[in-house]
């Protein structure tokens, strides 16, 4: 099916050096204009506001998802692990390749907004009149529906899926290393070769060696700093809660009937909830980002304010609640109501832990599967039972909550 | 004048680890809605087709410049060298951190057909109605003035002109360092630490010591390397002949009297090429995406596909001349006609040099001064009467011809 | 007292980039034949024969300290930090650069046999009758003296003395990033420009910013993963095994009345114990290595085979013991004897955590002060008490038992 | 022969991050005692007085070598390119791990005195009745000399020995990666990782695709500029220098009959020229730093002098001669004459360019292939031929005259 005749191409990679395309499906599959969008959307949404060089897309992201993948199998093959199933190669790759191509612009913001789950995206992508069906075709009748059923944690053997989405999956893998690059904070580096040299497949799971225990704990200390260095920054979380709130207030004004200055048909359908495949994949960052810009002259004194305060990056300030005072709340919406601003769209009260993204609690988190370590005398272990640290990090109760509101509305007046 | 009072503020940066603000002034232009733009213009313009790391922006490398000129001053001070004017240290950082506020969205590519130039519109949006003017004019009511005397390299004294425009100058340091790195291509890494350590404040100049020669001919050989592997790519050169054509269309069709589908004000007053301060800084590259995404749905074929062509990467091919061959160009276009394409719109004879990047050539490049050694003798030598490497550099004859065209088209028929 | 007017050196130094020497006391200190010695004794002991990079002498990390001392004491000059005593900077620095020059060769296996302390020798290199005696003298006739007192850390103001003798002290920080550099173990790297910017003199501590918590977290990290991934590696430990009965051997013999087929004076009152600053400065790995190839042709069967063992690197084999079986050790001894080998020589239990390394303990080692934290009310909290990720560490019970044993005796038949 | 079935083993490597041994055979030879001495012998001899870094040995460079030749074999077999002798890939790994496997202790010092060759040597232990000679005699009887044979250059096929012996082979690759990693000199890195993919075997021999010659072009710059800043260092020229002056000293005292205070029989027959393997294999490192220690108690003055210098680091100072005038010259000679010292021990005219180390000269070095560029026509160019950066690198005159001399000696009195 694969044309491994091919001749290797490669793309310069600053995480993994370089990321060799060995196969035409997934060199094609990258040449699709569903695949070629994943330029225009940024890997850490707004994060460039807090770290200026996190300007990195789910493209360069989606291509080490793929390459950390291929290297993977590469070892498994290499070694003739006799519980890898070598014929699951080629999905495995598509899917580590295409398993982020339904995100759209600033995912984490929108996608409460208007329930959209990018996941959902993803398939339908797959599985729609698209470039990326069409070159997937070409493999078998059957394909796209099997890569499908891979990013949905439906097919079989489940080790397919484990590789893309375990709690120590190459999604993960590769995201920590390109944003701890990109963003500058060394934190989140770990060895990815040791790890690599220590996973092995092994009934239908792919578990790790427990000589490479420590290197998991480094791994996992690597995601816990991130988490609290970079993806649950305060300034980050700011300019999220301003992108949601200019969401909402857009969404607000579509279904009262308010007419817009600037508008766009993909927008619009966004705003009103009834997206195409079409609709979605014009909606990218740069679309947005216009949008905002042309918006900062609406008539609806919210939306221009908003708007400006996101483009001009004048986030809205915060305050560490050590414990959240019903009373104290309120007087602070009554400040701000009394000031001319809406708390509804001026003030909110966040706990970062409540995102997307989750440190290691294994039982919680119930589709991703737990690190398991084979021992010595060949008993799978959870990765917790086995070390101090990992298990220190488990039980944390994390986060704290945070009030967010303008600078210039003083607080504690 | 400045407020060295401030408690010290640090933005993270891959290149520099940290980038230090010890001013108000520094703090206040960062935050101004002008600088905040830059963030939406990427660095390298079109090269993220060529290496999908290189999204990183102009606001990264004007922070990267003003960081790395705080250094060489800071240098300069610490040694306490005595031909250092210490009072030039505020005005530097501000030319340093604002030398590129000009630029627009694929500077390269628009400034050609538009009669654009980045450094004209820089001393615009200083002397203009801005953020930028109001801050800087909380120095002195002459300080704007100043710093675009700088940019415009008419500023006395002179070294606080050649800190920032000369052949190894802040710009250039930290450009090849951050074009490195967010490229993966490690060729233009140097011992930036240690170029520092050997530059000096000498009689209006600054020269380089003897010993520290052979850094400086690291530092040009990886100025070499960057343009032929990284700058002068002929893959991002032919994106950036795909979008000089669509806005010399676009240009045209406005000439013609054409109406578009899709149009925003700004972007008509660049087609007619009567931009007023305001216009240009709505210039960004997330507009011009938005447009060419929109202009796939225009009525002109040419536009429609150029546009289509630029935003899924369907680039033109190559390929290399060894010499120029009137009668076989002819053959070419005629084949082009024949397939119904315009050869304006649809070939391209490239010659990678006359780009506004250039190796070392003393004597050449009127406006930016030689690098010179200063021997233990007291003698001012220019380098590549030293160095036999860059003599060598100095006088090769670089580039070849490049023939670009659709990949479609079968060229040797 | 000083010479600041001596122009700055530099070594170039792959940790710290460059180590800069500013004064002409440092100058000094590090040409004398006592400082230059440790050259020849080598960082980390045996752990070469696990990590071959690991070749890294005294000599660098001793420059590394200096120069992570002199890179703090700089922060707190710009700063102006008035909790700083400004007149304690030259006594710091020579302190920083002399804390280690009392080592011996292979100090760790050395030391508990011949009962010898470093910290005692390097102090009596400092008072004695030495090129470093009279440098220090050069200062002040007390200098040496005060040098001395922060080394046994009696010195008033006591953060002279936590610069370079604390749970994140100069000498720590140095050594971890450099012998993750040289073993090329990455998880001893931590962000030291970072720490650098949070610490704080403070009522006559050292002590770190809140904002820190998260980099110190990411230090104390990197420490626990160098104990366990390098100092206690168990090929290390074996090394260091074989050396101890080695020295145990030789003192032995010596004590017997043995002739020895090759002798030294210097080892001679080594053995013998009555060393005088004279010898003690001739011993070094250079003499230990050619002593021990010499006693490869002793008659002794014991101390030629075992120094034959650590030449060639025939080292012992381990097992980790789950519980100490008295039972099962006697039956090694008894098998261990019916074939031949004295017990005493041939076996080991060992448990990794009683090495002078420590992970952080506060309230266990009494003379290395905690890492505090100040808070934004200004107070002091030791910072286990608000990182769950730190207390983890300090409770865990740390190290399991081994049993080292030669590889050709058969252990379980 | 080669027993692949052992399980991979690897070592933790600061440069290549790990080595992998795959085969028994590479496995015991590693652990022959002739090979582990080469712990003993730095790979940098006495740079490690100019960069203290500098301290790896040539056991770490020998295992580099072999993982260089490693990879690229590897590179061959996972494309099965037809040109490439499958057959060869054991003889090629031990050649290369064994390669300096016959250096004594600061080689470049000790040759041209005592009339050593280091090859001659390798070859010598290889045949000889050493452990070395044995492990590989299990391969088959030949095989020894076989190995023997491609270090000596007169094996077939011809690629084989043109791995670890040509212009870019594996020896320069992996020296020129380590030396920069370890004296933290960052020219000497360039990008090993394009190189092996751009190198193929091509009738029977290695070349380089035409797309790969600008990393060629770093690669020979990385050589050119660590030569000129780390391997004709003058620093470590001046050590050099006085250590084969103490080695000639020494040699001239044995041949007069002088009764050394200190000696050692491998050290005996080495002054006498007259060493066995078993002798050869004694001389190390250790040896020779303990003996140059004992004879600072000569009765020599001059011995006694030049080894206090060597040991202590008081290196002979240097002044760059523009021209060699005999009769300056002569002056010199007489006025150290005049202050009691012999010129023959205390003064050197030196000329960089007679080291064995050289840059890329094609044609002058009879027994090294230039590296030839395989072009789109299947024409083999010599590389000089295409870049001129390599032209002008090749047809330089390297080298300037510098005369060594003490310290304390006024030069120009």
């Known amino acids: 099916m694969s ?14 050096k370089y990321i060799y395309v060995q196969d035409r499906v997934i060199w094609d599959l990258i040449n699709t204009k569903e695949f070629q969008r994943l330029r225009r959307i940024r890997q850490l949404g707004t994060s460039f506001y807090t770290f200026h060089g996190a300007e990195h897309s789910r493209f360069s992201h989606s291509l080490g998802v793929y390459e950390t993948t291929r290297k993977i199998i590469s070892q498994f093959e290499r070694r003739h692990d006799s519980d890898w199933p070598v014929d699951q190669r080629l999905i495995c790759l598509c899917a580590a390749l295409l398993h982020d191509v339904g995100h759209g612009p600033f995912s ?10 990018h ?32 990013i949905e944690k439906r ?34 580096t770990f060895d990815l070769e040791r790890i690599l040299r220590v996973m092995r497949p092994y009934q239908n799971k792919i578990i790790i ?6 290197a998991v704990e480094d791994y996992l200390m690597a995601r816990y700093q991130m988490y609290w260095q970079v993806y649950f920054h305060p300034v980050t979380r700011s300019s999220e809660i301003i992108l949601r709130k200019i969401f909402r207030r857009a969404k ?57 305060r996101f483009l001009h990056r004048r986030l809205f300030k915060y305050k560490i609640l050590e414990q959240i005072d019903q009373a104290e709340i309120e007087e602070v919406e009554q400040n701000l109501r009394d000031s001319g601003l809406d708390p509804d ?68 007046q």
Request: overall charge negative.
């Open 108 to 117: 984490h913001s929108i996608e409460p907004v208007f329930d959209v789950n």
């Open 209 to 214: 060696k427990e000589s490479g225990m420590h």
């Open 345 to 412: 769209y001026y003030m909110e009260i966040d706990f970062p832990a409540d995102l997307p993204y989750d440190v290691y609690r294994p039982g919680q988190i119930g589709d991703k599967p737990p690190i398991l370590i084979l021992n010595e005398r060949g008993q799978l272990i959870e990765i917790s039972r086995k070390s101090d640290i990992i298990r220190s990090i488990s039980g944390v109760q994390l986060g704290t909550h945070h009030l967010y509101y303008p600078e210039e509305f003083l607080y504690n």
């Open 3 to 16: 044309n491994p005749m091919m001749e290797e191409k490669v793309f310069k990679d600053p995480v993994h």
């Open 252 to 308: 607000q004004l579509h279904q009262s009937g308010y007419t817009f200055g600037f508008m766009l048909p993909s927008l619009q359908q966004l705003l009103g909830q009834s997206l195409t495949i079409e609709d979605y994949l014009e909606l990218d960052e740069s679309l947005i980002q216009l949008a905002f810009k042309q918006w900062m002259k609406e008539d609806d004194p919210i939306l221009r304010d908003l708007c400006m």
């Open 119 to 150: 996941e959902d995206w993803t398939c339908r992508i797959i599985m729609g009149d698209t470039e990326i069906n069409r070159v997937l075709r070409q493999v078998s009748d059957s394909f796209p529906e099997q890569v499908a059923a891979i």
């Open 155 to 188: 097919y079989q053997p489940e080790i397919a899926v484990s590789l893309i989405s375990s709690q120590m999956d190459a999604d993960r893998m590769d995201y920590l290393l390109r944003d701890a690059y990109f963003t500058g904070v060394h934190y989140g």
